[in-house]
């Protein structure tokens, strides 16, 4: 008899989110939100990602956390890969491992669901690739969103 095993073991948190495009003429658009650091006027560029609620699927965390953060409704078009961060637990004081996995969204339509999210997005904005590159915050981010544009074009 297999053992089955939980794939999910070596992970304290899993999370999901999007990389959205669209079409702007002939240029393709990325949404990437401004989120508050920690130390005052700190700000960070990201994609939208955000826990697990419950019983979710990955889309259904990653459809629900670009409506919050983004704004915005989104379709799924596919998976793009997933990246772990280490980041530190001030609750546990401890360092924990979370697994992002992110996927491909197209832009479907404006949302007017209020954001309920602990993070503090601060604004959305539409960027070119050039332009994304410069500002987000996660070198992983700049690399799935070179994968994400291969796949667009």
Not at 44 to 63: R, S, V
Not at 85 to 96: C, E, M, Q, S, T
């Amino acid at each position: 008899m297999v053992e089955k095993i939980d794939k999910d073991l070596y992970y304290d948190e899993r999370s999901a989110g999007g990389l959205v495009y669209k079409r702007d003429g002939k240029k393709i658009m990325w949404l990437v939100v401004k989120t508050a650091g920690k130390l005052k006027g700190e700000t960070f560029y990201k994609f939208p990602k955000g826990h697990m609620i419950g019983d979710e699927y990955l889309k259904q965390t990653a459809l629900r956390e670009v409506e919050e953060e983004g704004r915005i409704k989104a379709k799924v078009v596919s998976k793009l890969g997933s990246n772990n961060y280490i980041i530190w637990d001030h609750l546990a004081k401890r360092k924990i491992i979370k697994k992002v996995t992110f996927f491909l969204m197209e832009y479907a339509e404006e949302s007017r669901l209020k954001h309920f999210d602990t993070e503090m997005v601060m604004d959305r904005e539409w960027l070119t690739l050039e332009e994304a590159i410069k500002v987000l915050a996660y070198d992983s981010e700049k690399v799935l969103l070179k994968k994400a544009m291969e796949k667009v074009q």
